[in-house]
């Protein structure tokens, strides 16, 4: 069978079985902020297997895209590690339980892919004494053929920080005793090659919470996973993944265009090459971009990792990005959205892949170098400080460092890097505006002591309520006196603490007595909002009844940027797809920036489109609405969330209906039409395969409009000229201008030649030859060179040095006629000695040299050296 009649015969069984089939989910979890990846087929279900959601059906099929980097090291090493495959898998949501999935798995596994019955062994999790009665006394497994073994084993844990789990049994097929160890007692469990497992039947019973705590599932489930790679290689008997039939076009792709051989096929660079640009081709198609955290860093890891084989290969140009089209080719019809973003992904990999060659051979020779020292001397550890070099300048991930260094016999000194981390980052650190690095820890003491703050401010502009702690800049107080700067933090209060891109509020708390605290920016930790800033009157202490207010009109500037950003980007995907997704947001009273996934430049007329949709939704006054829901039900009703981040499990939903809907913490106008106007100001790339937009909106349109009206009324104003006047007479002026420069162009030529008499009168005569050297005021090379081919029209015999300072740059130029060169002058050697004089260097022919340089005082004696130089290559003194 070859690999996509595989898949089809597997959900072709379940489908009779009345398995929905459901197509793979994308390799970003959507609803799930605590994967970094889809890892498993189970984690699309993971809301049905917790009993959180239901669907119209309890049984399920799918072939799913997954993505595990936890054997990033071992691909390309040995015959079956990936780190992006398939999985083939059956579930059931409160149907049928272990009985069933093991009938099936023992039908599919000997009936339609013909696996002989007694090569087939199988493992329980060693309490599960039902699973051992269903293989033996059911299916009629002989006893010596069922393992039991340990939780590390077969125990499934949840998929992320929390889930479904349970114990699992796994079925292996044995290839014989040529694959293995020779061991008598070699059985399912072994690491040799004999037993190579293959299907994974998980009976999901329990929940496992964040803290790792189990609680009984209100019903069972069952999670099946076959990795579709491994499985191929068994029906079709070869030895590695990579001769599978579609994995091994790839791998001919790699050798016919890159002329290498597939000697030691079965661990070979090509193997890396061919897995990882598959995996990269996938996982950009789903969104993610190469970056320097997170996800994206994973990217980042895999590419370079990529790039670091292809060097071993003699691969030194571009290349991963070339096998994007091949995979596209084999994979797409099976996942239509490769082709979608075929363009954008290998563009965004050529750039990643330039980048990182440039600086890869620089670095290998490095740590090559550093690693040969290391074993000259003996020595076993390579220093955190030269992995921090190679990481921070070289641009390789420690994992790859680390990977080299084990090659070689190494290891890296892990916690001396995270040292020089740590240094790099206290240094980048951004602290409190007084530049105290410990007020990081002060805020986190405070949130400690006061706890969670309630946060009123989408409703209520103020709050009366009681200090509950204070701070100095320096640490933790009683009481602040006038003058004083420091912070507070009350049980419930109006101000929005900077968070999810959105900044603080500022504002004042006062108290009855007369005390006042300007509020210049509101920080949020954990959950505690800590207003900071500086007590301007009277006196405030741990206790007092306060009006805490938020400075209104700064607040609605910052709503209206807010509800436009979600406008932009609900615009961003109408006209430029589906594709762009949100990686970072700033939102602040002035102005808005918008970063996200795009692949190239935004043309005028899209920047113009994008920009009008989102006025015409502002000016359509649409009610904003906010709401607080479930997060698995905002997810499913569509809500746009960020990928990286965090939510409960509550949320907050805002909607502008028939337009944009996101989960959002932060404040928003309540109707489109509160924005006013919506202006884009900029558009730029922030990142490889990223974009930026940042835009005005409301009271920042006026300003931009006054601030060009100033400009346009001075200008106006200097040209004593009206609004409609203005561009003609810049234009008119510039001609002129033009017309000007050419006059005094041609005077000064005449100025210079004009005195040319006097220069030529000056001349030293060498053997028949005029040697002149002379230095003009304020010509530039043009008119240098105009004067020296005047004189030598005049002096048929003749070295003419020339040399002038224009606009504060130093230049030489030296021109021989024929006679002269025929007599041994060259014009390029007398530049060479002459121009370091002016802190410049040059050269050129024998007829023709010229110099640029620094130091404006050399020139007299650079013109002196040059008429040495030419006096003796004359043959004279
Ligand atoms: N979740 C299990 C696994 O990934 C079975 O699908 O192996």
Redesign the pocket.
């Known amino acids: 069978m070859k690999v996509n009649e595989l898949r089809e015969s597997f959900l072709d069984f379940f489908k009779e079985r009345g398995h929905r089939i459901v197509p793979s989910s994308a390799l970003i979890p959507r609803d799930d902020p605590t994967l970094l990846f889809t ?4 984690v699309q279900f993971k809301p049905m297997f917790a009993g959180t959601v239901t669907l119209d059906y309890t049984r399920a099929a799918t072939v799913q895209k ?1 993505l595990r980097t936890s054997d990033l090291e071992n691909v390309g090493k040995t015959a079956r590690h990936c780190t992006f495959f398939e ?1 083939l ?1 059956n579930f059931s949501f409160g149907d049928y339980f272990k009985k069933e999935a093991i009938e099936y798995a023992w039908d599919y596994s000997t009936r339609v892919i013909g696996f002989p019955k007694d090569a087939i062994w199988v493992s329980v999790y060693e309490k599960d004494d039902e699973a051992v009665e269903l293989w033996n006394k059911h299916i009629g497994v002989p006893g010596e053929k069922i393992v039991r073994l340990g939780k590390k084993d077969n125990f ?1 844990g949840p ?1 992320g920080d929390s889930g479904a789990c349970g114990p ?1 049994s796994e079925l292996y097929l044995d290839r014989g005793p040529s694959y293995g160890c020779g061991d008598a007692e070699c059985k399912p469990g072994c690491e040799c090659d004999r037993f190579l497992e293959f299907w ?3 009976f999901n019973q329990f929940y496992q919470d964040t803290n790792g705590a189990l609680s009984p599932l209100p019903q069972t489930g069952i ?3 076959m990795g579709l790679e491994r499985l191929a290689t068994l029906i079709q008997n070869v030895e590695t993944i990579f001769s599978t039939d579609e994995l091994m076009q790839l791998v001919n792709f790699v050798c016919r265009e890159s002329g290498v051989s597939y000697e030691g096929k079965n661990i070979s660079p090509v193997n890396v090459l061919v897995e990882h640009a598959r995996a990269l081709t996938f996982a950009m198609s789903d969104g993610a971009y190469p970056s320097n955290d997170g996800r994206g860093y994973v990217l980042r890891r895999i590419l370079r990792r990529a790039l670091r084989f292809g060097r071993q290969l003699g691969i030194s140009d571009p290349f991963i990005h070339r096998m994007v089209k091949p995979v596209v080719d084999i994979y797409g019809v099976q996942y239509p959205e490769l082709l979608k973003s075929l363009d954008n992904v290998s563009r965004v990999l050529q750039g990643e892949e330039v980048r990182f060659l440039e600086t890869l051979e620089n670095g290998m020779d490095r740590l090559e170098e550093g690693m040969k020292s290391l074993q000259g001397r003996g020595e076993k550890t390579l220093p955190g400080k030269d992995a921090f070099i190679l990481y921070d300048t070289f641009g390789f991930p420690l994992e790859m460092t680390n990977e080299i260094a084990g090659e070689n016999g190494l290891a890296v000194d892990i916690p001396g890097f995270d040292a020089e981390m740590d240094k790099q980052r206290q240094r980048g650190k951004q602290s409190w505006k007084a530049g105290d690095l410990g007020i990081e820890r002060l805020f986190e003491s405070a949130s400690k002591e006061a706890g969670d703050t309630a946060f009123r401010g989408y409703e209520q502009n103020s709050v009366r309520a009681k200090i509950s702690v204070m701070g100095s800049e320096a640490k933790l107080v009683k009481s602040l006196l006038a003058g004083e700067k420091g912070f507070i933090v009350l049980p419930e209060t109006p101000f929005y603490g900077e968070s999810g891109g959105q900044v603080g509020d500022q504002g004042l708390i006062s108290s009855e007595k007369g005390a006042v605290f300007r509020v210049d920016d509101t920080r949020k930790l954990n959950k505690t909002m800590i207003h900071v800033g500086e007590l301007v009157e009277g006196a405030l202490s741990a206790g007092d009844e306060v009006t805490a207010e938020i400075d209104i009109v700064r607040r609605n500037l910052i709503r209206a940027n807010h509800t436009a950003t979600h406008l932009l980007q609900a615009s961003l995907r109408r006209v430029l797809g589906d594709h762009v997704h949100q990686t970072g947001s700033l939102v602040e009273p002035e102005r808005l920036r918008f970063d996200f996934t795009h692949f190239k430049a935004l043309a005028e007329d899209e920047l113009m489109q994008i920009e009008d949709l989102v006025n015409d939704v502002i000016w359509r006054a649409i009610p904003v609405n906010t709401q607080v829901r479930d997060l698995d039900e905002a997810v499913k009703l569509g809500a746009m969330a960020v990928f990286d981040e965090k939510y409960e499990d509550k949320v907050r939903v805002v909607s502008v209906p028939g337009f944009s809907m996101e989960l959002c913490g932060g404040t928003h106008m309540d109707n489109t039409g509160k924005i006013g106007a919506f202006k884009i100001m900029r558009e730029a790339s922030p990142g490889a395969g990223m974009r930026r937009i940042e835009a005005i909106t409301l009271k920042g349109v006026l300003e931009r409009m006054k601030a060009n009206g100033a400009i346009v009324s001075s200008i106006m104003g200097a040209l004593n000229a009206t609004e409609s006047e203005v561009l003609r007479r810049v234009s008119d002026l510039q001609e002129r201008v033009r017309g000007l420069e050419k006059e005094l162009e041609k005077t000064r030529t005449k100025n210079i030649t004009a005195d040319m008499d006097g220069i030529i009168a000056r001349a030293i005569e060498v053997s028949g030859t005029k040697i002149i050297a002379h230095q003009v005021a304020g010509a530039g090379v043009e008119e240098l060179r105009a004067l020296a081919d005047a004189i030598r029209v005049k002096c048929r015999d003749s070295v003419v040095c020339l040399g002038s300072e224009s606009n504060g740059k130093p230049m030489l130029l030296c021109a021989a006629t024929p006679p002269a060169v025929g007599k041994g002058v060259d014009s390029g050697a007398i530049i060479k000695k002459a121009s370091p004089h002016i802190g410049g260097g040059g050269g050129g022919r024998k007829d023709m040299a010229q110099a640029g340089g620094k130091d404006a005082k050399g020139i007299a004696r650079a013109l002196e050296e040059a008429l040495k130089t030419a006096q003796s290559m004359l043959g004279g003194q």
């Open positions: 890892t498993a087929g189970m997954c999985m898998g499934w998929a699992c994974n039947l998980v999670d099946t996973g």
